[in-house]
């Protein structure tokens, strides 16, 4: 299949998107409902589903093999695709089972993997890969025997060959083995539709060329990871779509039940955990289609995610059904049931999360590098030997001058102020002036007060508050939030009364960062109070040396002041400083340019970071439990970057990026926080007081600090809300 341009193996191709509607259209057609539900309630002896033909037809089966092997030559991310699409309908047969062994048997040259692949691949025999406890294997002459049992073989009953694990020595192999040539005992499996089995060799002679050479264990297991894992997002799909329905439909109390946020956050923390197993799942599938040395470590990180988040939603799918999704009658309890399954043979989380630290202390790292266009080369050159003379430049003041009126600054703003960038310019941009060193200035509000005053300003304001801004010259202020008005933003109550030759502003702002520091403000105040709640406010701009403007630090639970309360009393602002129309300050608010900005990481650097803990984590004897932990931060860590790289490639293709954002958001904030805490409580007592130059010094600052990161810019809750209505399309609540 060809790539397309921005395609990274993180997000989607339109080849991608084009397969999976077509899977998606034949599960509607040939894996219905009432066929499943006959497997259910009347389970078949036969080999085969009444589909299989039909499935086969697809031409799937071989669709990740190697051409040279006489497969499709896609690779594991396009079947990853295509196990998602048919995930959704939890379908019966063996046609998972089958695509592992193939894509195991895929990942070394082999004599029998070339006699075995065929059939596998135009879907007249079966396959399965046991993934449990390893059989015993010992040299027989020019062969070997194999004696042992290994439980819960997914699609075991029915596979013609089996890939078994036998430890040969010290080391586990992978032996290739007819089924005619062992027991096969079907066992009583949580998974009603996809039954599983016990296999039992007994002393079994087999050529040595079907023990698998060059295949390490790890690798097996990152294959399946990939496999079982793309499954588990299907099933995950189906629990959010069918939960949000259901939340948006079952009335009580008089409304959908989707407006209590009770229900709404469930919700979006459904949506939230698909869009990080989705994440993670393709960037492991990539690396292996890749052959990167960081492959493995991608799939372990998948495979402390995904098994555990499909377990998850399956479970707050039946919640939000409440009786009826406890019932026999209803598919919720199916799509439980597989998910448990997928996540019994990945193995424990302990185990996977271990192997995750063990490799990041390591110094495992997987950094989601974007492989852009080859157009990016000329760009880059472009860009390359603009910036060469700047970064020539000694004095400080006058490389930022030249920044700014290069428009290097904030190059997504059109031109003169920036360069009018597209998303792969900015791309290019960002990454050559860290290359060149050049140090950007740190604009904090002013960055979007540069956007509002360029969208919606007089070109006069462009000259007077823009240009010096991106200079590094002028410190802004954002004066928004009033102590009623939060989160819910709209409820603003300061007036802007019309005085001769301008405004006479009276209220109070609240949580204002750096006002102390701070030339310039942004101001949102009520100019018309018989207008409708997000009508009759407009947006000014305030020179903070203003007569009247009071500013009183907040001392915040760290000890310092970042946040402050202003009091406006009867300040003057002249008509020039109204930016838009009057009584359209929430537009100009809300609408300005950076939508168009691409930002390349969706962490909070300032708070606790990886890099902390692994900086804290070295050299420090840690306990199974701690390295446990670590494995769980690392995992969540690397998905937020992923995430990152997902919003960054959508941007790059013209794609919406506001609900992947929001996701990567809502993460990021979190992180933070779980760092800085977990190495306070590793501390034991030594966390609660802070000793310069010690790891509890930072810690504890990062601690504190870090609670901010969850309430400011809109609290979890509200992030949640919005995104509960905005991916899900859940009801907003009734008073809104």
Not at 273 to 302: F, H, M, P
Request: aromatic residues 6%.
């Amino acid at each position: 299949m060809a790539r397309n341009t921005y395609e990274l193996g993180l997000g989607l191709s339109e080849e991608h998107v084009a397969l999976a509607d077509s899977v998606s259209s034949f599960a509607e057609r040939a894996i219905t409902t009432e066929l499943i539900r006959t497997a259910v309630e009347a389970p078949s002896e036969e080999k085969f589903p009444p589909f299989w033909q039909a499935l086969v037809g697809q031409d799937l089966l071989g669709l990740h093999v190697p051409e040279q092997a006489g497969g499709g030559g896609a690779g594991l991310l396009t079947l990853a695709v295509t196990l998602e699409a048919l995930g959704r309908t939890v379908a019966p047969g063996p046609f998972v089972p089958t695509v592992l062994a193939s894509a195991v048997l895929s990942a070394t040259d082999s004599k029998i993997g070339i006699e075995v692949l065929p059939g596998l691949i135009d879907g007249t025999r079966t396959g399965a890969v046991a993934l449990g406890a390893p059989l015993v294997g010992a040299a027989d002459g020019d062969g070997y025997r194999i004696s042992g049992i290994t439980e819960a073989v997914l699609g075991g009953e029915h596979a013609d060959v089996l890939l078994l694990p036998v430890l040969v020595g010290d080391e586990t192999r992978w032996a290739v083995v007819d089924s005619a040539d062992l027991v096969i005992t079907a066992q009583d499996s949580i998974d009603v539709v996809r039954g599983s089995a016990r296999v039992q060799a007994e002393d079994v002679r087999i050529a040595a060329d079907r023990l698998l050479d060059k295949l390490a264990e790890q690798r097996v297991r990152s294959i399946a990871t990939v496999v079982l894992g793309a499954e588990a997002i299907g099933v995950m799909s189906w629990c959010v779509s069918t939960a949000a329905e259901y939340a948006k439909t079952r009335v009580q109390f008089g409304r959908p039940i989707g407006q209590f946020q009770g229900v709404k956050h469930k919700c979006a923390q459904m949506g939230i955990a698909l869009e990080k197993a989705r994440a993670v799942l393709w960037d492991a599938a990539s690396a292996l289609d890749k052959g990167d040395d960081t492959a493995d470590y991608a799939a372990d990180i998948a495979a402390v995610i995904v098994p555990d988040a499909a377990v998850t939603v399956a479970q707050d799918c039946i919640q939000v059904h409440g009786g009826i999704g406890f019932t026999w009658e209803h598919d919720a309890h199916l799509y439980y049931r597989r998910a448990l399954a997928v996540r019994g043979v990945l193995g424990t989380r302990e185990v996977r999360a271990l192997r995750v630290a063990e490799q990041a202390l390591a110094g495992a790292s997987r950094a989601s590098e974007l492989e852009l266009p080859e157009e990016s080369e000329q760009i880059r050159a472009r860009i390359r030997a603009e910036l060469a003379p700047i970064a020539e430049i000694d004095d400080e003041d006058d490389q930022l001058i030249a920044l700014g009126d290069g428009g290097w600054v904030q190059p997504h703003l059109p031109k003169p102020y920036g360069r009018s960038a597209g998303p792969l310019e900015q791309i290019v941009i960002s990454q050559e002036v860290k290359a060149a060193g050049i140090a950007l200035p740190q604009l904090l509000m002013g960055g979007w007060a540069v956007q509002a005053v360029v969208a919606h300003g007089t070109e006069q304001q462009k000259l007077d508050l823009a240009v010096p801004t991106l200079r590094g010259d002028l410190v802004w202020c954002q004066l928004f939030s009033e102590p009623g008005a939060g989160s819910d933003l709209a409820a603003i109550t300061t007036k802007a009364e019309k005085v001769d030759g301008g405004w006479k502003i009276n209220g109070q702002k609240i949580w204002t960062t750096v006002a102390q520091f701070s030339d310039w403000a942004m101001l949102i105040a009520r100019t018309d109070p018989s207008k409708p709640k997000h009508q009759g406010i407009t947006y000014f701009v305030l020179d903070m040396s203003t007569p009247g403007v009071t500013v009183r630090p907040l001392r915040e639970m760290t000890g310092s002041a970042l946040f402050n309360e202003v009091f406006l009393d009867d300040v003057f602002i002249p008509d020039e400083h109204v930016v838009g129309e009057i009584n359209d300050g929430w537009h100009v608010a809300r609408t300005t340019l950076a939508g168009e900005r691409v930002a390349l990481s969706q962490k909070m650097e300032a708070y606790a970071t990886d890099a902390d803990l692994l900086k804290f984590a070295q050299g420090r004897e840690l306990s199974t439990i701690a390295t446990y932990h670590i494995g769980e931060l690392i995992a969540e860590s690397q998905a937020i970057d992923v995430i990152g790289a997902r919003v960054v490639l959508k941007q790059l293709s013209g794609i919406d990026v506001s609900t992947t954002s929001s996701v990567g958001k809502l993460l990021g904030m979190g992180l933070g926080q779980a760092i800085s805490e977990f190495v306070v409580a590793e501390l034991d007592a030594a966390g609660a007081v802070a000793i310069p130059g010690q790891p509890s010094d930072k810690a504890m600052e990062q601690l504190l600090a870090g609670r901010a990161t969850t309430i400011y810019g809109g609290t979890t809750e509200v992030q949640l809300n919005v995104i509960g209505e905005r991916m899900l399309g859940l009801p907003r609540d009734s008073a809104a």
